[in-house]
């Protein structure tokens, strides 16, 4: 019993981080792009959140979730250094980063 409730806990957070990425990726793609508002294209910010969204795809998709999770990081890693030379710290990055972390660990054989 412990071991399937540890298996559809960790299902849950598995496809909770892969969405809540692709969700705050697309969001950030769509408002870098200019669409939303008069704020203008914002080429860097559209290139890195539509990388980190197809990333959050390929990261949710069982068979790709390795090759996913590597591309997630290396966006969180590029936005981390940004947002620390912008001077703010970067506290949702880093827990996104972690998790991927442990769901690249324990891999999708889990749920």
Known sequence: MRGKNLGRA???FYLTLGV???L???RAALAASGLKSSAGLHWHVLALAGTEALGALL???RPAMRAGGVVLLSTF???IV???FRGEFPGALLV???GTVFVMA???AQG
């Open 10 to 12: 960790f299902l849950a």
């Open 20 to 22: 809540v990425v692709f």
């Open 24 to 26: 705050q990726s697309a």
């Open 59 to 61: 990261f949710l998709w």
């Open 77 to 79: 890693a590029i936005a």
């Open 82 to 84: 940004a947002h620390a």
């Open 96 to 98: 996104y980063a972690a």
């Open 106 to 108: 324990h891999g999708p």
